[in-house]
């Protein structure tokens, strides 16, 4: 069990670049998650796969926002022309869903600064 | 529109108990109580989860009350690397829209003092 991993850990761009963050979940964890976190929050969620199926969306992924699962593995996180808002840690979580959803294990995040 | 109330800050002194409450009185018969933790820099750590009956593991005890409107998270001994934002979370025991996702606050700061 080596964890959950996510890359880059951190990423600088420039307002108006698009960005993209993977996770690779623990490998028998059918599903996936994606938080936001900013400064002084605790972590809000974005998006929930089960295997490759994208279940639930949070308001706050907004269209320029998009989240893919090819082959129920790893999950990639695009945001299209960033912007400075968009700037926190981007947290990637995975289970393996049971009856009662099953704990959460947590990546370490990758830091997102747009300059 | 966070379901738990928490106390911002607390102290606690190294080897002591930390005793973390949270108020949840909107609870629902089908929501489970769940603590995590954050640890500077790291992602959350899951701690411990309940439904009704106290339960206890190699990290803390939780502590629910009768009427399951308030509970206890309890580090039996802290150690300086306990030192974390603790954060309590109700969450639904079924599946379903919205049932996924975990609805953090802003959790307590705790501070281990050596």
């Known amino acids: 069990d080596t964890g959950v991993s996510q890359n880059p850990r951190h990423k600088i761009t420039k307002r108006g670049q698009n960005v993209t963050f993977r996770c690779d979940p623990i490998?028998?964890?059918?599903?996936l998650y994606w938080y936001r976190q900013t400064l002084g929050q605790g972590p809000e969620f974005l998006t929930y796969?089960?295997?490759?199926?994208?279940?639930?969306k949070s308001r706050l992924l907004s269209d320029r926002f998009s989240a893919e699962r090819p082959k129920g593995s790893f999950s990639t996180l695009e945001i299209q022309r960033t912007e400075q808002g968009d700037s926190a840690m981007y947290l990637c979580?995975?289970?393996?869903?049971?009856?009662?959803?099953?704990?959460?294990?947590f990546g370490e995040g990758s830091r997102l600064t747009v300059l | 529109d966070a379901k738990t109330t928490q106390p911002t800050s607390m102290d606690c002194a190294e080897g002591r108990a930390a005793n973390l409450p949270c108020n949840h009185s909107?609870?629902?018969?089908?929501?489970?109580v769940y603590w995590y933790r954050q640890i500077h820099s790291q992602g959350p750590q899951y701690i411990i989860h309940?439904?009704?009956n106290n339960e206890t593991n190699e990290m803390a005890s939780l502590i629910i009350t009768e009427d399951r409107k308030s509970s206890t998270l309890i580090l039996p001994h802290a150690t300086l690397r306990d030192t974390a934002v603790y954060y309590c979370?109700?969450?639904?025991?079924?599946?379903?829209?919205?049932?996924?996702?975990?609805?953090f606050g802003k959790g307590t700061k705790l501070s281990v003092i050596p």
């Open positions: 979580a995975s289970s393996l869903g049971l009856a009662d959803h099953g704990e959460l294990f």
């Open positions: 490998s028998e964890h059918n599903r």
């Open positions: 796969f089960q295997n490759e199926a994208q279940l639930e």
């Open positions: 909107t609870i629902s018969g089908n929501e489970y």
């Open positions: 309940g439904l009704k």
């Open positions: 979370i109700v969450r639904s025991a079924y599946s379903g829209a919205g049932s996924y996702q975990l609805t």
